[in-house]
């Protein structure tokens, strides 16, 4: 047998064309694209404006049954899927989130796709790529630099140091930098005060900036965000700092949507990345929306489980931006659903027909889920070397027993040729089908009333309990008129509860909500139902130590 | 009288070619550049490797006197240079350091050129460029988070937490960053210590990236950085710790020189911008050295005053780069030379003759000691709209007096048009006279000596006292074998001695040296006469809360 060959060789072998042939295929013109070297280009606002009246092609979610640690593919799923659309002859795209540098150095891993069935140059895609994040960085940390100069040089806005909420960012894995004291020193370096690190993908300026439909609403939305609160418990914003306009500034080629290419010449756009837990968890609305101009089919992709991902993607970022999905993808292993059948992590790759049936509940439930948004669902099952016949037919029976689509796809194996049938079936459905998406809440709602019919409706609990804390925050925030938005869960991915130890199709319980604070940029409500890693930290051997680059800058050790 | 107008709308009323033209223009092929939009673009190892063996061209460098602290036009100088050579026919480009992010949003004020000899696109030569400091910054903030990470994970190579010597670093002016505790938090934040945040650009990385030869030499010199001592007192560098691959990975970009255009369309060369105090302060050796494989006579640019930013260029950069600059231009202006004279700084606009010659003595002394480098020195008045012509006529012929080659230059207001005596007298001299360049002390003495011969020879200083602090870094240097290294002073840019207020040329002076440590990756080591700032802060009203940028990504507000 061959030996399985790693991603960045796989990369490395394929055929990329230049930039600019891709983008033509994709009806831009040669001045609508800004090169980044040969591979890479950021589209210019022109393009966009210039393709504002054409009519949208199909808008198709791929989401996930609740994951493994190791993931189910969402992103392999979703680039084969275009893949496949491309090779039934159908004018297809995709948009990805773009990927943090920090965890490259951490635990071996990209995030662009596998096997055959990636986004390439997937080596720059997962470093630098065209600056985006860098950009973020620039702009989150220049508000902390104006605030606390602001407090330095006499504090007119008479900010209480101990109650400033907008915290510094890097994109690294630095765990040392979770809780600092800043401004020691004495007289010159401004007044001490503790601060902390998250990683930029955790900025609020990463969701305002995907949620944000062009450069004036970004400005707007910079705005809006709250920084700190004064003496007197009134909020403070970035744009009492008058800071917008700079960090606007800082992002003006950020919120241009990036170009590249799958494995197989097809094009992509890859923009935005906020956290899945107190973010949204999807690429930016400028590219799904560009993307939506550009092809008749626009695959997409969100965060986590689908109880999650799909969830946010529905209540945040299709009503905000007024997008209608016409079908959604949801992804399911059948590794996956064993461990929801109960089978231990380390014996997945064993047949086990019993568990399987077991943990099919998972599947169920999130497929029932994405009904109630009034959306067509097709189950996409990515399969894995080691999955049995009698697994892969007592799987797709099972989802047929319920009515569901089901295609069994090979996308990491063999690309756009594994995803054919999938691709079929899902413009099948997309003829057939009529999509009529609701988001599931009403946003006017009390935050309490939002939550509880995410719990009730999309988790199957029983209902939401809020701390005394939570309550406060719930309390300061209809007092300040911030509660008539969106709320964003962030909850464990590992279980419809917010129990990681609960698999399969959990019932009767509740879900502890431990904290609440807007993003007023980005326009929802967190809520907290666990101490949130915002910073990751670095493995006992980080993945950065095997890495080298020879004098010609090829490079290994990355994935 | 005709308004003044800003750079930047003199940049943006100019007409820009398409860098792929510019490339061209200075024998590139269209493969051997990366672009980054319309107007960047990165030059690939290809090109450096295709060139090897073509004849160099002429090197000239820019450097000033004793500046005032709007500072007297350098880069100006050399981009209007570098105009009115290519306007007189000769093949010139110009190799300039990059700006930094932080200035920027503090007080208003770019480092792009001025008036008509600018290098464009400004604005985005003065934000995020191509990129390149914002790898540094990853590339430094992964060693210290490496650093922390092995601390935590066991701490195998026994590192002195007390005793590490990197830091961590920002592209921002943000004062409450100087001194800061980092690993708060409990046992899964890491162990507290105390840290710094630098500016990016005082970055050792930096330094070390502006003295690599190419890719290979860079990791070889990132893996020979200090970075702590062990409990034993033994050195930690980063090779003890393994990361230099994964830096030069983040690197491996940032290594490619940035081609851009001036105001005229002739190419220009921007990479590498260390500090000109704690570092050398002039733009990369690559840069450099296929500067002068593309171009006959290439221009370059040292910070500072010439004791400082010339005397570094020589000794340190010529020296290792194995370069042989053939002329030098001696920037003067007759403001500052009125300030030597005597002249409060607010009243340097009214003619003053007597001032202006009491002043001289200060280019005098700047001329003499390039000489002693044994390379022809040429003087260029940067001419200032309040200069009257009998100041103009008096400096020139004091100029004359001492054998100096002078030439008016009226590049702010005329680009190239106003360098063509100076281009002229340029090409004369190196047709004329033969540079016979030679550093000034062997690398192999003693650091002292260095130091004193740096003292007496360059500042005009009687000698150079070692404060015991100093003198103990000096022996622990000689146990390690680390002495045998050019120096690099750090001094105030505004005298020739330590005393910022001593102008002109003063005699009879001691240099107190307070601190010693080696750039073992650079490749030289600092001596500081004075506690270096390596963070800046924000002024009252900075310049970032007058910037804006609207909906079509026009910025405003932008010097």
Redesign the interface.
């Known amino acids: 047998m061959a030996e399985i060959k790693t991603d960045i060789e796989i990369a490395s072998e394929s055929k990329l064309e230049p930039i600019v042939d891709i983008a033509k295929k994709c009806g831009l013109k040669e001045?609508e694209i800004?090169?980044?070297?040969?591979y890479k280009a950021?589209i210019s606002?022109d393009a966009i404006h210039r393709l504002e009246d054409k009519k949208d092609g199909k808008l198709i979610l791929v989401t996930a049954i609740t994951p493994t640690p190791a993931g189910e593919g969402k992103s392999t799923v979703s680039i084969g899927l275009t893949q496949g659309l491309n090779k039934i002859g159908k004018n297809s795209l995709v948009a990805l989130r773009e990927p943090s540098?920090g965890p490259v150095?951490g635990i071996k891993g990209g995030a662009a796709g596998g096997g055959y069935s990636q986004v390439v140059p997937m080596e720059d895609i997962n470093?630098?790529f065209t600056?985006d994040l860098?950009?973020m960085?620039?702009a989150n940390?220049?508000l902390?630099?104006?605030i606390?100069?602001h407090i330095?040089?006499?504090n007119e806005l008479r900010i209480d140091e101990r109650q400033i909420l907008w915290k510094r960012v890097?994109?690294?894995?630095?765990?040392?930098?979770?809780?600092?004291?800043?401004?020691?020193?004495g007289k010159?370096?401004?007044f001490p005060r503790e601060?902390q690190f998250m990683i930029t993908v955790a900025s609020e300026i990463m969701a305002t900036l995907c949620l944000a439909e062009?450069?004036?609403d970004l400005?707007l939305r910079l705005s809006r965000m709250l920084v700190a609160y004064d003496l007197d418990g009134n909020q403070v914003t970035a744009g009492d700092?008058?800071?917008q306009?700079?960090m606007?500034?800082?992002l003006?080629?950020a919120i241009k949507p990036n170009l590249v290419q799958t494995l197989e010449n097809t094009p992509a756009l890859i923009h935005g990345g906020p956290f899945a837990n107190i973010a949204h968890g999807c690429n930016s609305i400028i590219a799904t929306k560009l993307g939506l101009k550009m092809s008749d089919y626009l695959v997409t992709e969100a965060g986590f489980g689908a109880d999650l991902g799909a969830e946010k993607f529905f209540n945040i970022k299709c009503r905000l931006a007024n997008l209608n999905p016409n079908a959604v993808v949801v992804v399911a292993t059948i590794k996956a659903l064993k461990m929801h059948g109960g089978v231990n992590k380390n014996n997945l790759k064993e047949e086990n027909v019993e568990a399987l049936k077991a943990g099919f509940s998972n599947l169920e439930r999130h497929i029932n889920n994405m009904r109630k948004f009034g959306v067509p669902v097709i189950v996409a099952v990515n399969k894995f070397v080691q999955d049995s016949d009698e697994e892969i037919k007592t799987l797709i029976n099972m989802c047929e027993e319920i009515g569901a689509e089901v295609s069994l796809c090979q996308c990491w194996a063999h690309g756009g040729d594994g995803t054919i049938d999938l691709a079929n079936k899902v413009v099948e459905v997309l003829d057939k089908e009529k999509s009529n998406f609701k988001p599931i809440y009403d946003e006017k709602l009390s935050i309490e009333e939002k939550v509880n019919t995410i719990v009730r409706e999309i988790y199957g609990g029983r209902k939401a309990v809020f701390t005394s804390s939570a309550m406060k925050k719930i309390k300061k925030l209809e007092e300040l008129g911030l509660d008539k938005m969106p709320v964003c869960m962030a909850k464990t991915q590992f279980s419809f509860s917010d129990d990681p130890t609960k698999l399969s199709a959990p019932k009767d319980f509740d879900i502890t909500v431990q904290e609440v604070r807007v993003s007023a940029g980005a326009g929802f409500i967190v809520c907290e139902t666990s101490n949130i890693m915002v910073m990751p930290?670095?493995p006992?051997v980080?993945a950065?130590?095997?890495?080298?680059?020879?004098?010609?800058?090829k490079?290994s050790?990355?994935f």
């Not at 800004?34 to 040969?38: A, D, I, L, N, P």
């Not at 950065?544 to 800058?553: H, I, Q, S, T, Y």
């Open positions: 001045d800004e090169q980044y070297g040969k950021k606002f540098l150095f470093l630098h600056g860098h950009a960085t620039s940390n220049l902390s630099a104006l606390d100069n330095h040089q006499g890097l994109d690294m894995n630095d765990r040392a930098l979770r809780n600092v004291v800043v401004g020691l020193g010159v370096c401004g601060d062009d450069l004036e400005k700092l008058n800071a306009g700079a606007a500034m800082l003006k080629d930290g670095l006992k980080p950065a130590l095997n890495m080298d680059v020879d004098k010609f800058g490079m050790g990355l």
